[in-house]
């Protein structure tokens, strides 16, 4: 059994275009209540204007579909590793791909936002655990932080951990610790906006030069 401070080995590599329609399909099957975390999501930028929106993980594009359909949004950007995730959200995207800048990039790479701009929003949704340890969320999370304006949004999904015993254990965190990483991150009025499946959801604010939310 791995050391729980070990990277976590790749078992599912979404770079495989056979593997990353695999998921989708499982993955629509298995949670169709992700629809109402896509709704949860749209709910929380609908009554911003001119968003800029970066998308971690980005995966299928369903989460860019729905914010593109809902929100107002100036620009979004997608970043994800795998170049067959971006052609499945191609297609998923038909005439909105055209508004959507996809970007090729690891996020376990310490230099990942180098140059990608600033941005109103950060969203992502079960691809945080893809660092491949949850020692990594809190890097990732000051990372992502730095490309926000003050005031700006990070919108941050994933699974949590039910059974400490489970196998995968070290990739993910629990319940408790995902607000508590985000406010270790330099977040501030960090709030659970949806909790369904053994995901949930989380808008979290970067802080303006006072500290004060927005
Ligand atoms: C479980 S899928 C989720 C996709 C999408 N966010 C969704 O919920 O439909 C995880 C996504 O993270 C991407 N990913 C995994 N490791 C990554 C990395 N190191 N850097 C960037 N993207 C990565 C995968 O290619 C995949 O698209």
Redesign the pocket.
Known sequence: MADDDEDVP?R????DPAT?RA??DD?RRRKPF?QAFRAAFGAALASHRRLRIL?????????ARALLRRCDVATYTA????P??HALAAAHLGDLAARVAFV??????PT?PVGLGTFDAIV????V????HKRHALPLFERARTLLVPGGLMLY?DGYLVDPTAPLAALTLTRADQPRTLERAGFVDVRLLHDEGNLALYRATNPRDDGAPA
């Open positions: 790749i599912v590599d979404h770079r990353a998921w989708l993955t992700r998308e971690l993980g980005s995966g299928p594009g369903e989460l970043l994800d590793w795998s067959a995730m090729v990039r690891d996020f376990r790479a990942w992502t949704q079960q691809a655990h893809e660092t491949r999904c």
